[in-house]
């Protein structure tokens, strides 16, 4: 016998390490085919396409640069420095006009002529009468610049204003018309559609040209025909030409110093606006109220320039203008120049082009001042005057905190040298004292300190069945009851019988080792109520005194628990005692009721989040001293369901569905019932919940499977689902054999011995 089982123990052995090789030689031909597969994707992966080049200029962008120079080995690197933001280039003055400035400018021209308009050919007048005489002309001056009027003939209107046309057709109209002269018939003469003119704009603008428009067209609209002007154009010497003559000067900064809009000037057909160079421009910066890049005539110096910037802001230091200035297009230089002493001697300073002005701001610090902080209402700050006293500075502010604490003000000074010295004053005494007073300086800061900050006030604790308990200020004559007010009160389960008070020791050497002494004061319900205690009653705390007022362990609210379903009175009880159990509390309820089903009762407690507990009923039933008949503690939960007939089967198999319940039936019966495990069915880790919540699982003895529990109806089964199938591991299934049969093999030998 011992042969034979030493036989199959080693066939067992030797085919489990066979089938360990085999494993390994499987891994071994796999790894080669992947490694195999891999090579020959590569071998057919397709190169990258060269892309095609069809001009130079596309071969040069595409050309790839050339690799980095390797770095030199403990070679010292220059830092690299972070690119310096550019400074904002400087603004032309009277160039924003322009920023919006379109070629495509058209604006549309309304509104009343003004009666300085020259007339000329293609203007439409209107000529209108109404009274004993009613009839209304609408002629076009032809290219003689004449008009004809039925019964008053030729007219000729050309160069004369409208106002001076108006004047002469009254004449010549009255002459046909008599009732103008008697004033029976009126007269009004008005310009309908205007002549076009053509007006050439050239020199530095954005877009020269030709421009057909309006006769009440100004030179500035012309400018924005043009597109507006470039940052090299003058906009001091805008010059309007006609027949080869100048006939006006045009400077643009009087339109933005007064608003004028050269309407004075009237174009005609074939006028030129040259816009010439600027030929002398400044840079000014600095403490001005428009610093700007700015143009000057040949006259103007640094006073106009001044006024053109809008003048000095109010902490300009006008002692050292600097003016930078390059000589004979080789040498820089600095110029500082007294602007105060040009307003005094009436003089002015001569700029060049590309000048570069600065005007420096001033830089001062505040010093007539004095400051004063701490328990005070009002401003902290105040004028320094000559001979100004502390009594002085105290008569300014509003009011002095109750709080203050005079008998110590510092008085913080600056000297000379920048540094600060304290001075230590009794500003109590100088106040009550008419003579006494304290002189101060600019700059001073008086400083008062708050006598609570310097001495806080003391505290006294109480902790307990009060209904605010912690730390409070212990006020003057303040009592065990004041402090029991202040906390609130007591609560519902305080023990009132007495209050005990912790008191530390003033400190004395003989008592060095002593903490606090314990101090007892009765107290009853009614200690709070009355509003007055007698002198004996009354017991006046010191500083950090500690109140304990203590919990009435007897004192307790109602203990409720509910039972529902099968009982006869189901509802919320209150316990009796502590030592009330379930039984106890089914029995409160009238019992159970024919159609109880104590297999499925289930048991929960909410106190500490414990949730569902498994419990035994037929058990605790049966033995009422029984472990699990435990006590009852507020807010348990007991559910007594109907009688169950089925058992549930989930997850992993066929057709989940409920089984009508067959006592003594097993597992299997139930997966067998519910058309058998799936082909991811997790068949070693199947779950069964009782009816009465509690969890178990099969058990492993040997080769056999068994339960700890009976299945009941209102069970449910689970059956976990893998997330995908696995293949089998043989080399761990002979592992676990060849391990079973070990153990038996090693059970035979010893019962073998022992029987021997």
Do not use: C
């Not at 919006?100 to 007339?119: L, Q, T």
């Not at 802001?313 to 820089?332: G, K, T």
């Not at 402090?483 to 003989?510: C, D, M, Q, V, W």
């Amino acid at each position: 016998m011992r042969q034979v089982i030493f036989f199959i123990l080693i066939s067992f052995l030797v085919s489990f390490s066979s089938a360990q090789s085999l494993e390994d030689l499987k891994k071994i031909e796999e790894l080669k085919k992947q490694l195999e597969n891999a090579g020959a994707a590569l071998e057919k992966t397709p190169e990258k396409e060269v892309p095609e080049i069809k001009s130079l200029e596309k071969f040069e962008d595409q050309e790839t640069p050339p690799p980095p120079a390797p770095e030199v080995q403990n070679e010292e690197k220059p830092p690299v420095k972070a690119p310096e933001e550019a400074p904002a280039p400087p603004t032309i003055f009277g160039f924003n006009v322009f920023e919006k400035a379109r070629i495509d400018f058209s604006p549309e021209i309304y509104g009343p002529v003004d009666e300085d308009y020259p007339i000329g050919p293609g203007d439409e007048v209107i000529i209108t009468l109404w009274g004993e005489v009613e009839l209304r002309h609408d002629l076009t001056v032809d290219r003689e610049g004449q008009i004809f009027i039925d019964n008053v003939g030729v007219v000729k209107l050309a160069g004369l204003t409208l106002k001076q046309a108006r004047k002469k057709l009254f004449n010549l109209m009255g002459r046909s018309y008599s009732s103008l002269l008697s004033k029976k018939a009126f007269l009004d003469v008005s310009l309908g559609k205007l002549r076009s003119i053509r007006v050439y704009v050239i020199g530095d603008v954005k877009a020269p040209g030709v421009f057909t428009v309006p006769a009440l067209s100004t030179p500035l609209h012309l400018l924005f025909y043009a597109g507006g002007v470039k940052e090299t154009a003058s906009l001091r010497n805008i010059q309007v030409i006609r027949n080869d003559r100048k006939i006006a000067d045009i400077d643009f900064y009087e339109f933005l110093k007064k608003g004028t809009e050269f309407s004075n000037i009237r174009l005609q057909t074939h006028d030129v606006i040259l816009v010439p160079t600027a030929q002398k421009r400044v840079h000014l910066n600095g403490a001005v109220k428009k610093p700007a890049i700015f143009e000057l005539k040949k006259n103007e110096g640094l006073k106009e320039l001044i006024e053109l910037a809008g003048g000095f802001v109010e902490n300009a230091y006008l002692a050292n203008i600097q003016i930078q200035r390059f000589v004979d297009h080789q040498n820089l230089k600095l110029i500082s120049v007294d602007y105060r002493k040009l307003l005094e001697n009436n003089e002015n300073f001569e700029l060049k082009n590309g000048d570069r002005i600065s005007v420096p701001f001033l830089d001062r610090e505040l010093l007539n001042y004095v400051t004063i902080s701490g328990p005070i209402y009002g401003p902290d700050r105040f004028e320094f005057r000559a001979g100004m006293t502390i009594k002085d500075l105290m008569k300014q502010i509003d009011s002095i905190r109750g709080d203050a604490y005079l008998e110590r003000v510092q008085v913080t000074r600056t000297l000379p040298d920048r540094r600060q010295q304290i001075l230590v004053i009794n500003l109590k005494e100088i106040l009550e004292s008419p003579q006494a007073d304290f002189p101060l300086a600019p700059q001073d800061h008086i400083a008062i300190a708050s006598s609570l900050s310097l001495f806080p006030p003391d505290s006294v604790a109480i902790y307990g069945a009060v209904n605010k308990p912690g730390k409070y200020l212990l006020k003057k004559d303040m009592s065990l009851k004041d402090l029991i007010f202040a906390a609130g009160g007591f609560k519902k389960n305080a023990l009132i019988t007495e209050a005990e008070i912790s008191r530390i020791y003033p400190f004395k050497p003989e008592r060095r080792k002593e903490l606090a002494k314990l101090i007892y004061v009765p107290i009853d319900s009614n200690y709070t109520k009355a509003l007055l205690s007698s002198p004996d009653e009354q017991f006046f705390l010191k500083p950090f005194d500690n109140v304990f007022i203590r919990f009435n362990s007897d004192w307790e609210l109602q203990r409720n628990v509910t039972v529902q379903g099968e009982v006869v009175k189901p509802g919320a009880y209150t316990l009796q005692s502590k030592t009330e159990r379930i039984t106890d509390l089914i029995k409160r309820a009238g019992g159970l009721k024919p159609t109880a089903y104590l297999e499925g009762a289930r048991f929960y407690r909410i106190r500490d989040g414990v949730g569902q507990i498994g419990i035994d009923f037929k058990k605790i039933f049966k033995n009422p001293n029984d472990a699990q008949n435990i006590y009852l503690q507020a807010g348990d939960r007991i559910v007594i369901p109907e009688k169950m007939f089925t058992v549930r089967v989930v997850g992993g198999v066929h057709f989940p569905v409920s089984v009508l319940f067959e006592k003594g039936k097993g597992i299997d019966y139930y997966i067998k019932a519910a058309g058998g495990f799936t082909d991811l069915a997790d068949k070693d880790n199947v779950t069964i919940r009782l009816a009465n919540g509690k969890q178990i699982q099969p058990k492993r003895f040997l080769f056999w499977k068994y339960l700890p529990e009976k299945i009941t109806a209102g069970s449910t089964i689970y059956v976990p689902v893998r997330a995908e199938k696995k293949e089998i591991d043989w080399s761990g299934a002979v592992r676990d054999a060849a391990a079973i049969l070990s153990s038996v093999a090693t059970t035979l030998l010893i019962y073998d011995r022992l029987v021997k």
